[in-house]
Nanobody, 123 residues
Framework: QVQLVESGGGLVQTGGSLRLSCAASGPTFSHWNMAWFRQAPGKAREFVARISATGLNTKYADSVKGRVTISRDNTQNVIYLQMNSLKPDDTAVYSC????????????????WGQGTQVTVSS
């Protein structure tokens, strides 16, 4: 089993920044593609960003492109989501997830999920 634990969420004002972290435990973390998803009130869970096992490839949703950066440190078993220029529409529960050898933005392709961390952006 891969355990994923998110942290770094909180309450920020419009235009502020947050860095979310996802600490992973379990074998072969460096072989898994990792992603961030979010779910806002009244909306379905949506893809935010993903990063390949090597960290060489990244992909972002159009809604956040240019404002967020996903990264990973395989020596520490951690992935990050740096979020800048936050908007009220970014308010959601953010979850990290792991997929083995699948390059996908679909929630159904991810095997392991963290519990999520709340991000609230005030206007």
């Amino acid at each position: 089993q891969v355990q994923l634990v998110e942290s770094g969420g909180g309450l920020v004002q419009t235009g502020g920044s947050l860095r979310l972290s996802c600490a992973a435990s379990g074998p072969t973390f460096s072989h898994w593609n990792m992603a961030w998803f979010r779910q806002a009130p009244g909306k379905a869970r949506e893809f935010v960003a993903r990063i390949s096992a090597t960290g060489l490839n990244t992909k972002y949703a159009d809604s956040v492109k240019g404002r967020v950066t996903i990264s990973r440190d395989n020596t520490q078993n951690v992935i990050y989501l740096q979020m800048n220029s936050l908007k009220p529409d970014d308010t959601a529960v953010y979850s990290c997830a792991a997929a083995y050898r699948i390059w996908s933005a679909d929630t159904s392709d991810y095997t392991y999920w963290g519990q999520g961390t709340q991000v609230t952006v005030s206007s």
